[in-house]
């Protein structure tokens, strides 16, 4: 069970891993916005790395980038997210296998899946040669 207790300009939500200070005012608490984009970010960026392993692929680093765009006449909401995986691999991979990895992660997680009818959301993966070349 989360629990939840609301104060004067934030929420504290209470979880086993610890407590979350919420508020629509940055400087005393995450933005609901920003929670929700990295749930989606934890999920697939977990997947991701759990799809690499499986398919015995070495990575050194891992990075994602993720935007949004909102719609202010319908209350803000979020109507299209674009998350795009920069994967440094010891061996390159195909941009086609790049892309079935992508796919699978789309299909696999059940923070996009949970969403993904109401929210238009891409998922991209970018291979990095280990160099930096």
Do not use: W
Not at 22 to 27: A, L, R, Y
Not at 31 to 36: A, C, G, P
Not at 62 to 83: C, G, L, Q, T, W
Request: proline share 2%; with cysteine.
């Amino acid at each position: 069970m989360m629990r939840y207790t609301i104060e004067k300009e934030s929420i504290i939500a209470n979880l086993g891993f610890g407590n979350i200070q919420i508020s629509p005012n940055e400087k005393i608490g995450f933005r609901s916005y920003e929670l929700f984009i990295s749930s989606l970010a934890g999920c697939s960026g977990t997947l991701l790395r759990n799809i690499l392993q499986k398919k015995r692929q070495v990575y050194e680093k891992i990075e994602m980038e993720v935007s949004s765009v909102r719609n202010p006449d319908e209350a803000n909401r979020i109507e299209k997210i674009s998350i795009t995986a920069y994967v440094q691999l010891q061996i390159s991979i195909t941009q086609q296998q790049a892309d079935k990895i992508a796919h699978l992660v789309i299909k696999n997680c059940g923070m996009i899946q949970s969403v993904i009818q109401s929210i238009d959301i891409t998922f991209t993966i970018e291979i990095l040669p280990l160099n930096g070349e």
